[in-house]
């Protein structure tokens, strides 16, 4: 797939309260899809890009993850953690797990609930070439409803089963760059204080991601439409080894 340098870090102290009782004793992303924890398709996906080091930034029953991952020895990977003591909010979480990355790497960073199959090499090289602080991938917003067609005759014409909208949506997966760090809060979210600041001044930028394999999950509705989804990718694969890699 390509080798590309730098960290990641993952957000993984979320409680997922919207995935009681799966998350009961674990953080969100210890939760499992097809038997395999969220955390364990984010790392083999990692893995396939040549990212060697992983700052995982948890919080809420870490330990379950810590004894899940371990050093990283057995990932062929090293990785590292950054506990927080107390909420910091995202964007403070993130700031703190940034304090174990080599302060020259350019770091992936991303919530640990999503499952995606983006290219983290196309990724890198546009980050790189836009010169920007941060780079947030979006992805298409896909309707949650079917629509009806209607014309000036006040006809119906027909539906559309939740169509593509004209609009992104962030899909939690970010690049920093070294000087994201003071431009961080201590507590709190970037979202709401870093990227409003940065996009002022142009350097924000958005990588539009399609026809990718996505999903944020936070719901059990989440759990399983990624479940069904995984199952096709397997079965297409299977039946045609040589038409799409597996991540």
């Known amino acids: 797939m390509g080798n590309t340098s730098g960290t990641a870090i993952i957000l993984a102290g979320g409680q997922g309260q919207r995935l009681r009782p799966l998350t009961s004793d674990r953080p969100k992303c210890m939760v499992e899809i097809l038997g395999t924890p969220i955390i364990a398709f984010q790392m083999h996906w990692l893995r396939s890009y040549g990212i060697r080091h992983i700052v995982i930034a948890g919080g809420y029953l870490h330990e379950s993850i810590v004894n899940f991952l371990g050093d990283g020895t057995k990932w062929g990977m090293r990785i590292s953690y950054s506990i927080e003591e107390q909420p910091l909010g995202r964007g403070g979480a993130f700031k703190q797990a940034l304090k174990l990355v080599a302060p020259q790497d350019k770091v992936y960073a991303f919530n640990g609930d999503i499952i995606c199959n983006l290219s983290l090499q196309a990724l890198g090289d546009f980050h790189q070439a836009q010169n920007a602080i941060a780079t947030i991938v979006t992805v298409p917003l896909v309707s949650p409803y079917g629509i009806v067609e209607i014309n000036e005759e006040h006809s119906v014409t027909g539906f559309r089963e939740k169509p593509v909208l004209?609009?992104?949506?962030?899909?939690?997966?970010?690049?920093?760059?070294?000087?994201?760090?003071?431009?961080?809060?201590?507590?709190?979210?970037?979202?709401?204080?870093?990227?409003?600041?940065?996009?002022?001044?142009?350097?924000?930028?958005?990588?539009?991601?399609?026809?990718?394999?996505?999903?944020?999950?936070?719901?059990?509705?989440?759990?399983?439409?990624?479940?069904?989804?995984?199952?096709?990718?397997?079965?297409?694969?299977?039946?045609?080894?040589?038409?799409?890699?597996?991540?």
């Open 166 to 247: 004209p609009f992104h949506v962030n899909a939690g997966i970010y690049v920093f760059s070294p000087e994201i760090i003071d431009l961080l809060p201590d507590k709190g979210d970037h979202e709401d204080t870093t990227f409003p600041e940065l996009a002022k001044n142009g350097r924000l930028k958005a990588f539009r991601a399609s026809n990718i394999l996505w999903k944020s999950i936070d719901t059990m509705k989440d759990v399983s439409e990624i479940r069904t989804e995984l199952e096709r990718v397997l079965l297409s694969a299977f039946l045609q080894p040589d038409s799409l890699e597996i991540i």
